[in-house]
């Protein structure tokens, strides 16, 4: 039995003007003990996705399970069998580190004591500061005791909504190790980001924009799907260069990337002549030109212009 399984969810959100098409009728089926990546923006229709998988939003129509139960009938059976993790710290602020845990666990009529070996990898890390009030520990550290929280009554599915965002790049690394670690104990976890670079930390992953999948694939699946020649090129005055890649008509697109632009061509002949003549018109200094390989970010640039 697949874990999540979505089927042409539609959600919608009237406003005094118009309507915002939150979801537009997205399938897709999340394997047992499998990582499974929303990676879209924000307003791409994460969190509404999510609300709806742990029963928190009613969709406006199509239909969705989580271990076999309907997200509409079956709440009660899904709320006790599922961990969320929200993007905003949800805790009680003024309640301890401690005192937050044992809260979460007697809502779900268990006891720290009786899952700890689930959470203890985690929770070590915040123990000592076990007595500290949750709204004084730094982002890193809230972000342990949610996922401890959300862990607590030991769910078969895990749901956690930009867990990442607004965490150091180390702690965001410790916490995707922790990841890993819970799935081989055969929880499966549905995660969402807009960080494009931890998509290749997921097993799958579904690429979403404006309510839209766009693709979903292994992380190395969605890359290989990338045919066209791309480029990076670097140069003193980069925007003025940019403005010039893309004038040329042989070129699909041209855009920002780090220190570097990505160039993207139609087609797979003299694409470095190309680059070398523009550069050479336009007098450009510290030229530096390299083939590369496709990210999923590059993939996801491709998927919105097509």
Not at 76 to 96: A, E, H
Request: hydrophobic residues 40%; glycine residues 6%; contains cysteine.
């Amino acid at each position: 039995m697949q874990p999540v399984v979505v089927e042409n969810i539609v959600k919608t959100y009237p406003t005094k003007k118009t309507v915002v098409n939150a979801l537009r009728g997205i399938s897709f089926s999340v394997d047992p003990g499998e990582i499974f990546g929303i990676i879209g923006p924000d307003g791409a229709g994460k969190t509404s996705l999510f609300r709806i998988l742990t029963t928190l939003l009613l969709a406006d129509s199509g239909n969705a399970f989580v271990d076999g139960f309907d997200v509409v009938k079956d709440y009660k059976q899904i709320r006790n069998r599922v961990g969320y993790m929200p993007g905003k710290f949800s805790l009680y602020q003024d309640l301890t580190v401690q005192e937050n845990l044992e809260f979460f666990a007697t809502i779900f009529d268990t006891t720290i004591q009786k899952n700890y070996d689930l959470i203890k990898e985690i929770y070590q890390q915040i123990e000592p500061f076990k007595n500290r009030k949750a709204g004084q520990l730094s982002g890193g550290m809230k972000q342990k005791l949610a996922l401890s929280c959300a862990l607590i009554h030991k769910p078969s599915v895990l749901f956690l909504d930009e867990p990442t965002t607004g965490v150091d790049a180390v702690s965001r690394k410790e916490f995707w190790e922790m990841l890993h670690r819970l799935k081989e104990q055969g929880i499966s976890i549905l995660v969402s980001t807009a960080y494009m670079d931890e998509a290749s930390l997921c097993d799958r992953v579904a690429l979403i924009l404006k309510g839209e999948i766009l693709s979903i694939n292994t992380p190395k699946g969605v890359t290989d799907e990338f045919k066209n020649p791309l480029w990076a090129i670097r140069a003193d005055e980069m925007f003025r260069l940019m403005n010039a890649i893309k004038a040329d008509p042989s070129v699909e697109s041209c855009y920002p990337f780090g220190q570097y632009h990505h160039v993207v061509f139609k087609t797979h002949e003299n694409n470095k002549e190309k680059l070398e003549q523009i550069t050479q018109k336009g007098k450009y200094t510290s030229v530096e030109i390299n083939s590369i390989k496709p990210n999923i970010e590059d993939c996801f640039m491709a998927l919105m212009k097509e």
